[in-house]
Nanobody, 125 residues
Framework: QVQLVESGGGSVQAGGSLRLSCVASGLTYTRKRIGWFRQTPGKEREGVAGIWTGDGSSYVADSVKGRFTISQDNAKTTVYLQMNNLKPEDTAMYYC??????????????????WGQGTQVTVSS
C-alpha cells in the first residue's frame, strides 16, 4: 500500500521558515520523482518543486527560487521542502506527490499517481 505523509506545516510570520517533510512508503517504481505542490481555494494546483530520487536532480519554480529548497534523505524515503523567507502569498495547502521518472518540469499534477493528504502553511504579514 502506497503512503505519502506530509508534515511540518504551520503558521509563521512573514520572513519565517518552515521545513516540510514527505515520507513515502510502498512505492514500486524503478525510478521515481517526488513533487511538491500547493493549492489555495479556487486556484489550480501549482507545482513548486520536484526531485528525481535516483540522482537527486531537482527543480524549483521561479516563484520560489532562492527561498525554497528541495532535498532528500540518504535512504531516499523522505523528501524535504525547506521554505525560507516566507511570504503571505506562500499561504496554501502543500501536497507531496509521487510519480514515475519522466514528465519534465515544471511538475504537472497529472504526471503523479499518488498524493499525500496535505499540510497547511499559513504566513501572516
Amino acid at each position: 500500500q502506497v503512503q505519502l505523509v506530509e508534515s511540518g506545516g504551520g503558521s509563521v510570520q512573514a520572513g519565517g521558515s518552515l521545513r516540510l517533510s514527505c515520507v513515502a512508503s510502498g512505492l514500486t517504481y524503478t525510478r521515481k520523482r517526488i513533487g511538491w505542490f500547493r493549492q489555495t481555494p479556487g486556484k489550480e494546483r501549482e507545482g513548486v518543486a520536484g526531485i528525481w530520487t535516483g540522482d537527486g536532480s531537482s527543480y524549483v519554480a521561479d516563484s520560489v527560487k532562492g527561498r525554497f529548497t528541495i532535498s532528500q534523505d540518504n535512504a531516499k524515503t523522505t523528501v524535504y521542502l525547506q521554505m525560507n523567507n516566507l511570504k503571505p502569498e506562500d499561504t496554501a495547502m502543500y501536497y507531496c506527490a509521487a510519480g514515475p521518472y519522466g514528465g519534465g518540469w515544471p511538475p504537472r499534477p497529472t504526471a503523479f499517481d499518488y498524493w499525500g493528504q496535505g499540510t497547511q502553511v499559513t504566513v501572516s504579514s
